[in-house]
């Protein structure tokens, strides 16, 4: 898979073939922080992706850099993904996962305007593991609903075994 760099990230990453050496950058400042943005995106989506050396070279190999800077991002890469990958996993936001689930139809069959009146309703308690708390929410619904948000989400879990969404998946590992 080919990381797909946009025209400003071009121009923000091609500073860093106008620098030489370690000495002074000559470099205004704006110039600086363009470059190490791009940097930054360069190797935080090659990480995050997972992209193979391969696939790393010919991303970078776009950007007309000489072979010794493209094996010098490479490099980096190949050095620092892991802690990368670490470090998004840490910022990533801590979402709440399933427990357990209590469920319950309720049904109203008359009521003092309407004698045969037949409502039904839903009542789901979904318990949930939130940052080591078990935390509790409560959901109403009537069956025609439910019907449908059941439907919603077996055609979601379909299309997750498309040939096209297994790959997407694979990638994000």
């Excluded at 619904?141 to 694979?170: F, V, W, Y």
């Amino acid at each position: 898979m080919l990381l797909v760099l946009s025209e400003e990230q071009k121009a923000h990453l091609g500073c860093l073939s106008r620098v030489g050496g370690a000495g002074k950058l000559n470099a205004g400042v704006d110039t600086v922080q363009h470059g190490v943005e791009g940097l930054m995106y360069l190797l935080t989506e090659s990480s995050k992706l997972m992209i193979s050396e391969m696939d790393f070279q010919d991303s970078i190999h776009v950007l007309g850099f000489s072979d010794d800077l493209n094996k010098l991002l490479l490099q980096l890469y190949l050095d620092n993904r892991k802690e990368i990958r670490s470090i998004l996993g840490e910022l990533a936001p801590k979402l709440p996962s399933y427990h357990s689930l209590e469920w319950r139809l309720d049904v109203q069959l008359a009521s003092r305007s309407l004698r045969q009146q037949i409502k039904p309703a839903v009542t789901i308690k979904l318990h949930l593991n939130e940052n080591e708390d078990l935390t509790t929410q409560v959901l109403q619904t009537d069956p025609s609903t439910l019907l449908h948000l059941i439907q919603q989400l077996e055609q979601a879990l379909g299309e997750m075994k498309t040939n096209h969404c297994r790959r997407i998946a694979r990638n994000m590992k």
